[in-house]
């Protein structure tokens, strides 16, 4: 979250990191193949690159207050949504938060999955979005 410190660590390192990164995140290895790691590491190449893809990290704490604060002032989402957790991510957790503030939640736990449920387990997570947004 420190501006420019990652940037000057990662930089020239990417592939080292995402490997490290994905390995450390799926729940799946198989799921980030060597050829996959090479085509996202060339698009986070150089300082520019890495910056925008860390910059949603830095937004993180002043979107959970601002969120926080949006929920104490009686916010609340009317429309019905779809929380999908990995079953060795976040699992049932981002549901649960979102229940205050959402009351139609409808909870998925892809089982066997990690943080990268499109790239680990795409069929599963099919048969949880098809239904829901039919």
């Known amino acids: 979250m420190t501006p420019e410190a990652p940037e ?3 930089h020239g390192n990417e592939k ?9 995140m799926a729940a799946n290895p198989k799921a980030f193949p060597p050829e996959e790691v090479d085509t996202i590491a060339t698009s986070l190449r150089g300082r520019d690159a890495l910056r925008g893809g860390f910059e ?4 993180l704490l002043q979107d ?7 929920g104490e002032a009686g916010g609340v989402l ?9 079953e060795y991510s976040v699992g049932s957790y981002l549901a649960q938060t979102l229940r205050p503030v959402v009351p139609d939640v409808e909870e998925a736990v892809i089982a066997g999955s990690g943080h990268y449920i499109p790239d680990e387990l795409p069929e599963d997570l099919l048969a949880v979005l098809t239904p829901f947004l039919a």
Not at 56 to 59: A, D, L, N, S
Not at 64 to 70: E, F, L, Q, S, V
Not at 78 to 86: I, N, R, S, Y
């Open 78 to 86: 009317t429309m019905p949504a779809l929380a999908v957790g990995g």
């Open 16 to 24: 080292a990191f995402l490997t490290w990164w994905f390995a450390k």
């Open 56 to 59: 949603h990290y830095r937004t």
């Open 64 to 70: 959970g207050r601002d969120n926080r604060a949006w």
């Open 8 to 10: 000057l660590l990662f």
